[in-house]
C-alpha cells in the first residue's frame, strides 16, 4: 500500500487533463524519479518556495511554460518535416513546405529558358559552428539554462545521469 504524498500548495498548477500538472513537469526536467520519497522531497521543497516566495512560484511556472513551448516548437517543426532545417549550416533546395512539380523544375526547353529559382531556397544558420550555432542546439541550450534555474529556484539536485547528480541539495530518500 502506497503512503499518501504530502499535500502542494494551492499556488502550483494542478493536473488540468489537457497539461501536466507543475510538480510533474518539474519532476521530469530535473530528472528524478517518481518514487515516494523523492515526490515528497520535492513537494516539500514546492511547498517551501510557495511559502517563503510565492512570486518565485510565478517565475518558476514561467520558465515550466516556456521550456513546454520549446519542446512544442521542436515537435512541430518534426512533425512539419522541417526539424532538418534547425540543425543544418546551410540549406539548398526547394522551398519548405513545397513539392515542386516536374513542370515546375523544368528551366529549359526547345531553346526557350526560364528562370526557376523562386522556387528554390537557400540558408545559413548560426554564426559559429557546432550544434549551438544551430535553431535546435539553440533551443537546447536555453532548455538547460532554464531547468538549472528551475533547480537553482527550488534548491534541488538536478540528475544528469544515470546515478550522477548535480546541485545543491541533500541526496534523495526513497
Given at each position: 500500500?502506497?503512503?499518501?504524498?504530502?499535500?502542494?500548495?494551492?499556488?502550483?498548477?494542478?493536473?488540468?487533463?489537457?497539461?501536466?500538472?507543475?510538480?510533474?513537469?518539474?519532476?521530469?526536467?530535473?530528472?528524478?524519479?517518481?518514487?515516494?520519497?523523492?515526490?515528497?522531497?520535492?513537494?516539500?521543497?514546492?511547498?517551501?518556495?510557495?511559502?517563503?516566495?510565492?512570486?518565485?512560484?510565478?517565475?518558476?511556472?514561467?520558465?515550466?511554460?516556456?521550456?513546454?513551448?520549446?519542446?512544442?516548437?521542436?515537435?512541430?517543426?518534426?512533425?512539419?518535416?522541417?526539424?532538418?532545417?534547425?540543425?543544418?549550416?546551410?540549406?539548398?533546395?526547394?522551398?519548405?513546405?513545397?513539392?515542386?512539380?516536374?513542370?515546375?523544375?523544368?528551366?529549359?526547353?526547345?531553346?526557350?529558358?526560364?528562370?526557376?529559382?523562386?522556387?528554390?531556397?537557400?540558408?545559413?544558420?548560426g554564426t559559429g559552428s557546432g550544434m549551438a550555432a544551430t535553431a535546435q542546439g539553440q533551443r537546447?541550450?536555453?532548455?538547460?539554462?532554464?531547468?538549472?534555474?528551475?533547480?537553482?529556484?527550488?534548491?534541488?539536485?538536478?540528475?544528469?545521469?544515470?546515478?550522477?547528480?548535480?546541485?545543491?541539495?541533500?541526496?534523495?530518500?526513497?
Open positions: 500500500m502506497a503512503l499518501a504524498l504530502p499535500p502542494l500548495s494551492a499556488l502550483w498548477r494542478p493536473n488540468t487533463g489537457s497539461a501536466l500538472d507543475d510538480l510533474e513537469r518539474i519532476r521530469t526536467y530535473i530528472g528524478w524519479p517518481g518514487t515516494q520519497g523523492s515526490l515528497t522531497e520535492l513537494i516539500m521543497q514546492l511547498n517551501t518556495v510557495a511559502d517563503l516566495r510565492p512570486a518565485m512560484v510565478t517565475q518558476v511556472q514561467a520558465w515550466v511554460d516556456e521550456i513546454a513551448d520549446l519542446e512544442e516548437t521542436q515537435a512541430d517543426a518534426v512533425a512539419a518535416g522541417t526539424a532538418h532545417l534547425g540543425n543544418a549550416e546551410e540549406y539548398e533546395g526547394p522551398i519548405p513546405g513545397t513539392s515542386p512539380t516536374r513542370d515546375q523544375q523544368l528551366s529549359q526547353a526547345e531553346g526557350l529558358q526560364w528562370d526557376t529559382s523562386l522556387l528554390k531556397a537557400r540558408y545559413r544558420f537546447d541550450s536555453r532548455i538547460e539554462l532554464l531547468i538549472g534555474r528551475i533547480a537553482a529556484a527550488l534548491n534541488v539536485r538536478r540528475m544528469v545521469a544515470p546515478g550522477a547528480m548535480s546541485g545543491s541539495a541533500p541526496l534523495l530518500r526513497s
